[in-house]
């Protein structure tokens, strides 16, 4: 099992960057939220946005070496670390289309995707360790919290601590994988 869960870690060393990338989205998005009282910000969110996205892409681009691998190589049974991915961007694209039609208000748009990242991390967890199984359970109590006590807060604090816990699950991989 500590082999397979070596494997596991080190297919998904490829995410890190990623990780960082819209872990520093989400912490410049609750900033600017909070900046938005004073000034009207919105065009910075977007073009953080943008350039997350851009950055993705990028990254993802050069993974594209190892969808060329050797087959003969031991793998985990994920296949390519850039497939990891597709639940969560299944996810984003599902919650993109709530908010366009107008299913979700944007008080509850922010506690969806926390909880998102929550399950993410704790699904992830399952497979690499207990500290992403805590920074799962974590965020799901810290949203559940702010989903029924502080809704009106929840855009600041959440992408904040989303955005932070984000860093911190990409600086645990980058550790596991020393």
Known sequence: MANKRKAWIGEAHALIPLLFIWGGEWMFSAIMDFAIYWRDLDWLKQAAFITAVVASLIQLWSLRKDFRKDDSAERSGWGHPALLLLPGVMLIAAIALLEAIGAVGPLF??????????????????????????????????????????????????????????????????????
Do not use: D, H, K, N
Request: aromatic share 14%; net charge positive.
């Open 109 to 178: 748009s922010p506690v969806l995707r926390a909880f998102v990242l929550a399950i993410g991390f704790v699904q992830v967890g399952l497979l690499l360790g207990r500290p992403m199984i805590y920074l799962g359970l974590w965020m799901f109590a810290l949203t559940a919290l702010m989903g029924v006590w502080y809704l009106g807060y929840s855009a600041v604090i959440l992408e904040g601590m989303g955005g932070i816990s984000l860093i911190a699950g990409g600086y645990m991989l980058r550790v596991w994988g020393r």
